[in-house]
């Protein structure tokens, strides 16, 4: 009897640890600002910003809005890791809004992004 005790007793505990050892990936949205031959537009400002449609009260109301700038790279980062709760089913589809000025203009681009869970979600708009 004491020895089925003690191996339940360590099946319990590698299972604990098993469990405790899954590590949670980032949830990463890069946007990619080019112009028409794909040089990259430092210094546009990306919002990223998403209602909510999970239940009557939150329908409509923002429920992520942040704005960021692109590097030399012509890439904005956006870490949502934080926003993102282990289990939940997809994360989140994003409007996008670039502004990007120019010494001649002001360049405004509108469009989405499928931000998926615990993954690097990459979308690239080009200026014309």
Do not use: H
């Not at 604990?16 to 990936?25: G, I």
């Not at 998403?50 to 429920?63: A, H, K, M, P, R």
Request: proline share 2%.
């Amino acid at each position: 009897m004491k020895c089925r005790l003690n191996l339940l007793l360590v099946f319990a505990l590698s299972l604990a640890v098993m469990v405790s050892c899954y590590r949670e990936e980032d949830t990463i949205a890069e946007i990619r600002v080019v112009t028409a031959n794909d040089s990259p537009v430092p210094g546009a400002e990306v919002r990223l910003f998403g209602q909510g449609t999970l239940n009557s009260s939150e329908v409509g109301n923002v429920i992520i809005d942040t704005i960021g700038f692109t590097g030399s790279n012509g890439i904005a980062s956006f870490d949502f890791t934080g926003d993102y709760k282990s289990g939940q089913s997809g994360f989140a589809i994003l409007n996008v809004e670039i502004t990007a000025e120019f010494p001649d203009s002001t360049v405004f681009l509108e469009g989405i992004i499928r931000v998926v869970e615990e993954e690097t979600t990459r979308r690239t708009f080009r200026i014309q």
